[in-house]
């Protein structure tokens, strides 16, 4: 029968001592890697942490509250301009970061307002939308953005300490990350997290428990909005430039797709796909020599397959490179009971996840 | 410019009006043929395309194939490219969206972006990523109406837009297939009982959405040249669509000649960047103020 | 006895169809009161009235005497009014315990930057909610499917699940949509015992629409009887069943 523990167990980050092992091993290699990677490795490890921080915001709004963006390249420009020129004016680094989410999530409360009369599709174009805005924004304000020709951002400096190489990046991307990581984690298990949930399953019944569907909708947007608004002011860091080409519209997409990829509804997930996105471009550079030149020579060829993968995981694993891990795991722990479509039901659930 | 020294200077005010006023109805009609194609596949199959523009390059770069590198004759290259592109609209739908059948919106949207990726990708890789000039009987000729300088380009693509519209309408109010469109679009189980193949009618709808789109892609290229990023211009039929209603034909067109017409105007009287972002500031407004779009009716939810 | 909820000249129009046309009753606080009628007599409308899902053309709403006619659907919660659904509204992709425990919503009084930090006030807050919720699991016996996901449960303990999402708002008045629909005629007795067992137990109100006469002459205080959008009779369970009206239109010959 049934055992119920004390309800504070049920309350930890992790729920047993090897979960809190691993994590704990995983952290430590993390923070060692330096000591032991070149600057190349290091430096895509940093982007693995960047776009890990986007993708945890990302999967907020979308895999949790069924929210589509495809603004969240703006967000992105928005808070690495915001940390730029606080930066360049002077402003303490620490400052400019926290500024720059704040800023970013006050912007995701301003875009989530109309949001909130609009589902799905609709809510894809005012995102989209305002991103075209957002873009053209940053060209024509030049007193501040310098428009195209961008802006050259000084070292930050944190506590005294310069963060010149790129170790002190690798390690500024990743207490970003953590920290987004973990504030994201304990909204998701709290009220808010549980209101959201049910905003995603059914709004009707949200509303009659009391949950105010508007006021959660734009807490999801700015919380999003934040994240990535972090993530961007660590990714001006670790460039030393921006300039308004960097955040286009297929940046927006890109985002969408790494989420997709790694697998909606799920945290896991959002870790997978910001490493799949980096990842990918290594690949299909090894890959390059084996393809036709006329194919090789192709500027847009990670973009492309990147196109062609997302297709195949919506049309084969709709539950993303974290259906593979979740089977996996499943695959080690039920050895050698696993057998294969256990999870079919499953991915009939994941499909539904996102129905408006 | 010579003889408009000595016009009084209200008249001038008046012509350039007039005249911006027809190449943005001019790029008006490109969006709503554009959007177009985009609302009759929402309509029939629920399905979000995001690569309509993508639609659009692939049918210009079909019509360059067709008159400037198998040496047709214009119509007849033109034409051909169209026929071409209704084919290749079935083809995307029997390989890429039937399969999707009852996904969610995410899951459409992901595919049909990726697939706008791919058709450039493809194209690049096909006719390469350089700009073409494609020339038509109407490159580089005006006619003059009452005082206005017209390009030829733009008049043909108004023309090619209306007869368009009012073959679409013929065909949607007096033809079996067209009504039996109609009435997929409106309750496709009550259709499907009804005996009408909704299969087929699927499948005709992405004929037809993409050679529309083709059409649009042909008559852009004069002006506005071919290379393989044209099908960003796509984007903006979706603001044309939103304010037409999203799912309202006359809508789509209405929309996108207005986003035309606002863009164009802009580009006189406002300062210079708001051409690029009226279609969008208008979809945002109307998206705030009427989310039902223009001419589209609220319907209230149910439980 | 007081009454706790009250409706007057309730009404609501779609366009040129009165779907409720002047519908009145006062449900008395620890009494069942139970609406009957045939298919589209305009049952449902009243309780999505009731929950603000629906604006109501004319009429008011009073609950404990406070009018709540113009309140924002997401403030009924607050008011004490929790609901069930006849098609079942769950959150299908959640555990048992997590659906029971969106039900106390309105009784956590968190913020998003707390849980953000996860102050000790957040944890204290979420082990209180957590006890709640357990009494529920308790009362309706959901223990053994705590923890498994809701979309995959069979009918019966999913009514179970939203009545104890219900009950976790803590209401004053429990809205009961059709209760017995889709249950075969044990799990119907049960349920009948369980709402009598929720006035006389738990003390909560209950005010439900009903089809089957044997569960509504069971349990129900009062009945009120509707079809058309208007009110056919309004007594008890034996009274409204006797009713030449009532009768009629069952028969169908009214």
Redesign the interface.
Known sequence: MDMKRSYRDDLRLFPGGGTMAAYAVLAAILLALPLVAGNYMLSQVTFVFINGTVAVGLMLLIGYTGQISLGHAAFFSVGAYVGAVLQIRGVPTLGALVAAGAVTGIVGVIVGLPALRMRGIYLAMATLAFAFIVEEVIVRWTSVTRGNRGLNIPDPVILGHKLSTGTDIYYLAFGVFVIVLLAVINILRGRTGRALAAILDSDIAAECMGINIALFKTIAFAVSAAATGLAGAVYGHKLGYISPEQFSIQLSVEFLMMVIIGGLGSLHGAVFGAIFVVVLPQAILLAKPLLPTRIAEQPILDTAAFGIIVILFVMFEPRGLNGYWVRMKAWFSLYPFYRRGMFKRGRIAAADLVKH | MIRAIWRPACSIVLIEFLQQLVSGAAAGCVYAMVALGFVLIFKATGIVNFAQGELMMVGAFFGLTCVDIFHLPYWIGAILAVAAMAVFGMLLNRVLLRPLAGQSTLAIIMVTLGMSILLRASASVIWGPETVAFDSPFSRKSVTLAGLVLSQEHVAIIVATSLLVAGLFGFFRFTRIGIAMQATSENQLAAYYMGIPVRSIHALTWGIGAATAGIAGIMLAPVAFVHVNMGYLGLKAFPAAVLGGFGSIPGAIVGGLIIGIAESLAVLYLPEGFNNVAAYILLLLVLTLRPEGLFGVHTARRV | MAALFEARGLAIH?GGIKAVDGISFTVDAGTIFTIIGPNGAGK?TIF?LV?R?YRPTAGTILLDGADITAI???????HGI??T?QNI??????SVL?NI???Q??H?R?N?FA????LPS??A???KM??KV?EIIDFLRL??Y?DA?V??LPYGVRKMVELG?ALA?EPKLLLLDEPSSGLNVEETDDIGVLIGDIRDVLGITVLMVEHDMRLVSAVSDRVLAVNFGRQLALGTPAEVQRDQAVIAAYLGSG
């Open positions: 779609f449902t999505n929950s899902i924002p659907a997401h403030h009924i919660a607050r929790a609901r659904f509204e769950l959150f299908d992709n959640r997590q425990m969106v039900g919503h309105v956590i968190t998003v849980e953000t930090l996860r957040v944890i807050a979420e082990v957590r006890r357990e223990a053994p705590r996901r979309g995959g999402r708002c």
